[in-house]
């Protein structure tokens, strides 16, 4: 059964990952060739100084190595919002599958989100024996089986973390609330850190967090000396396959129909409903129908949701501690809102402007039955995504307001200007993408991103590329100590911007006249028994 | 220029890889007809109604609807088409009333029109439940939403691929009615459907497609003079009066 449920996968993943071109194909090769390279440069890195280094420096840091490794793990795939492949259990539920299969699969699906870590954990432990002050190659049994049962601890983690989260996100209310309680979690070390939060009363604690009680601290054990020395990790492995399997089976029996039964707006306000007509006020149709139609759909679509409160709070706590720095000037202080504002952008462009037709999945064929040109459609789309990035920006310039961090109005207009050019140069790329590289997305999967492969290897070469004359302009004013130049170049960059926002767009339009097809059959897609995102 | 068929099409191919899954298609359906196209799974009747909407590209052939030709003319075809496609094309985070008004403005409709004749059309099919978002709807009601949306702009030639498919008895004979009312107002109605019963009931001609090419074509009173049925018609030019073969382990 369960090869027959990978082979079903791998020819649904076939078509939409590498049959739509040999461009698409290479490209998702080598932004996998550069991720999976800086991990191996690193694992190499590990490798030479678990190799090298004495024996007492490694028993005092292996447990924080190993305390890492685990957290990335845990942590990485909820604040990146990509949960990596898991199976679809709406799909598997008609079949009669063993419920300890479909959780094997489950398990072994979780290696996507952590290839990486394997290769670092292979690092380590080839490191480990090659160092003569550790026992050398006769300790490769007991290296090799604290390494397995480790990662296999997080992977049982991982997976019943990843279904509980799953379910969570899937119920309205609390879905915006966790996730910003999950950030929190992440960044509040460093916001203590920075703030100079009263540390020396949580010392007590560190010894504590040595103990061998803990799974990093007993794998570290393990591989310097030995069983019985992880006996707690095997037995943090067990209560891992059982929350695992626990979590796993309460997905089965979930019902996100259910969850989300109260997703219909009949409690909207009518106010809500005046603010999605404003944009028909100073547009004309189907120009205003567009835009109206994206800011409704988006907002009631829940992966939407969490990322545009990820947007303004992700990249405010992020940044804040910097800002915060006590005694110290921060370059990033200067910067804040712009900083957090570009974030904003960023995040925002998997869910509205790099695959523009994304959420609209088989129903874009719409676009392309009207009278109306894709000119309109996708400007009508890159207004509605504007509105949503200006709002983002609006909201972390109230915070910034609130908080006392004493931004003058000067920057705040300054962070729209720099995020307006961003935006011009970004979704006129995203315009191309989105009719070059379309992918129907899920708009139950809350916790999945929506660029990845091809769509995320265009992201990293554009970036950068397109933010250049920004990037200038900023260092016009470092160069001439002037804002006039600044400003003089943010004008020609902005020039360029509304250049390249036209050619990309009128790219877009003559790319989807002879693609359509492509393109329908691309959104029109479904998946296989697994979610791949 | 209203003495041009409302459908004309000479020569139509569609051809993936070394398929062909539409191979010289002749046809012409008159305005004011009712019009059933009739195959088997996979005959090309879905892929001769999406290259009549333009979503997909002929391979060759000429299409002329309404007079016009596609796709030179294509942006004014397509405000005078109203389509139900075979599988509802609905935006599910919008309201049914919401989606109506969004396809009325599309199709150049005044907002104010839009939202009157989409009250109005919820109202005749039955979906007053407005404010429930269409990813709730059943297969049903997202048909009529789709029937209503073919509607909103008031179109002189329907283009439907299976139009009954999951909706109730009660559903269905409403939109027989609407759509026998469109037909007697000079609207063209272009079918499909595998209910040979249905076809046999309100269309005025019928052609039949397989392996993409049309088999037959015909006045349905010729038909119904006669002693076959459709079913008797479609079962021999197909060719699948098969035999029936058991399978040891099924049995």
């Known amino acids: 059964m369960i090869p027959a449920i990978l082979r079903a996968q791998w020819l649904s993943m076939r078509f939409s990952r590498l049959g739509s071109g040999r461009r698409g194909a290479v490209l998702a090769i080598v932004f996998a060739a550069f991720w999976y390279g800086i991990w191996s440069l690193l694992a190499v890195v590990t490798e030479f100084f678990a190799a090298s280094l004495p024996r007492w420096y490694i028993e005092t840091w292996l447990p924080v190595g190993l305390l890492a490794v685990f957290l990335y793990w845990q942590l990485m795939p909820m604040a990146s919002a990509s949960m990596g492949a898991s199976l679809d259990l709406r799909k598997m539920l008609v079949y009669p599958v063993p419920r300890g299969s479909l959780f094997l699969v489950e398990v072994l699906l979780r290696v996507t989100t952590c290839g990486e870590l394997l290769l670092v954990l292979t690092g380590l432990g080839v490191g480990l024996l090659r160092n003569p002050a ?91 000396m030995g069983f019985p020395a992880g006996g707690s990790l095997v037995l943090w492995t067990a209560a891992a396959w059982v929350f695992g399997q626990w979590q796993f089976t309460r997905s089965l029996k979930f019902d996100i129909e259910a969850a989300q039964a109260d997703l219909t707006p009949a409690k909207e306000r009518t106010w809500t409903a005046g603010l999605y007509r404003l944009p028909s006020l100073v547009l004309p149709d189907p120009l205003a129908a567009m835009v109206e139609k994206e800011l409704r759909s988006l907002a009631r679509t829940p992966r939407f949701r969490l990322v545009f409160v990820m947007g303004f709070s992700f990249g405010l706590i992020v940044w804040l501690p910097m800002t915060l720095r006590r005694g110290r000037h ?31 999945r088989a129903a874009a064929q719409i676009y392309f039955l009207a009278p109306v040109s894709l000119r309109r459609v996708l400007a009508g789309k890159n207004v509605a995504a504007a509105i949503f990035i200006f709002l983002e920006i609006a909201a972390v310039s109230l915070v910034c307001a609130v908080l006392p961090l004493g931004i003058p109005p000067a920057k705040i207009g300054e962070a729209f200007l720099v995020t307006a ?101 691309q959104l029109s897609r479904g998946e296989g028994p697994m979610v791949t995102e | ?110 907002r104010a029109v839009a939202l009157e004749r989409a009250a109005s059309l919820l109202g005749l099919f039955e979906l007053r439940e407005s404010r429930k978002l269409i990813a709730e709807y059943s297969k049903g009601m997202r048909k009529r939403v789709a029937m209503a949306a073919s509607l909103i702009h008031h179109p002189d030639l329907f283009l439907m691929d299976e139009p009954f498919e999951g909706v109730d008895a009660v559903g269905a004979r409403l939109m027989k009615d609407i759509l026998l009312d469109q037909v007697r107002r000079g609207a063209t109605i272009f079918l499909t459907s595998h ?57």
């Open chain 1, 134 to 224: 550790l026992g050398g190659w006769p300790a490769v049994s007991r290296v090799t089986l604290a390494i397995v049962i480790f990662a296999a601890f997080n992977l049982f983690l991982a997976a019943g973390l990843r279904n509980l989260i799953e379910r969570l996100l899937n119920r309205r209310g609390i879905r915006e609330l966790l996730a910003l309680v999950m950030m929190l979690v992440a960044v509040l070390p460093r916001l203590l850190l920075v703030t100079g939060a009263p540390f020396h009363r949580f010392e007590p604690l560190l010894p504590a967090a040595r103990n061998a009680i803990w799974p990093w601290t007993d794998a570290a054990r393990w591989l310097l």
């Open chain 1, 330 to 360: 921060s370059g990033v202080s200067d910067y804040f809102l712009t900083l957090v504002s570009m974030y904003a952008l960023t995040l925002l462009g998997q869910v509205t402007y790099w695959n523009a037709f994304g959420f609209d």
């Open chain 1, 421 to 521: 050019i961003a935006t011009l140069y970004l979704v006129g790329i995203g315009n191309l993408g989105s009719v070059t590289y379309p992918r129907a997305m899920n708009v139950h999967r809350v916790s999945a991103g929506g660029a990845r492969g091809r769509a995320q290897g265009l992201v990293f070469i554009f970036y950068p590329v397109a933010l250049l004359p920004i990037f200038l302009a900023y260092l016009a004013r470092y160069a001439f100590h002037s804002q006039a130049a600044f400003y003089a170049a943010l004008t020609g960059a902005a020039a360029l911007g509304m250049a390249i926002y036209y050619m990309a767009t009128e790219s877009a339009v003559s790319a989807a006249r002879t693609q359509r097809e492509a393109i329908i059959g």
């Open chain 2, 1 to 110: 220029m209203s003495d041009s068929p409302a459908i004309a099409v000479h020569g139509l191919r569609k051809v993936y890889g070394d398929k062909a899954a539409v191979d010289g298609l002749d046809l012409t359906v008159p305005r004011g007809c009712f019009f059933g196209f009739l195959g088997p799974n996979g005959a090309g009747k879905s892929t001769t109604i999406r290259m009549l909407t333009g979503l997909v590209p002929p391979t060759g052939g000429a299409i002329e609807l309404l007079g016009m030709r596609l796709p030179e003319q294509e942006l004014a075809i397509k405000g005078r088409i109203g389509l139900v496609p075979d599988e509802s094309l609905l935006f599910d985070r919008l309201t049914g009333g919401e989606f109506l008004e969004f396809v009325g403005r599309m199709y150049g409709l005044p």
């Open chain 2, 195 to 251: 209910v040979l019963e249905v076809v046999e009931r309100l269309c005025d001609r019928v052609a039949i497609i397989d392996k993409g090419r049309i088999v037959h074509e015909g006045d349905m009173n010729d038909l119904r003079a006669g002693t076959e049925s459709l079913e008797d018609v479609f079962v021999r030019v197909v060719g699948a009066e098969r035999e029936f073969h058991e399978l040891e382990w099924l049995r």
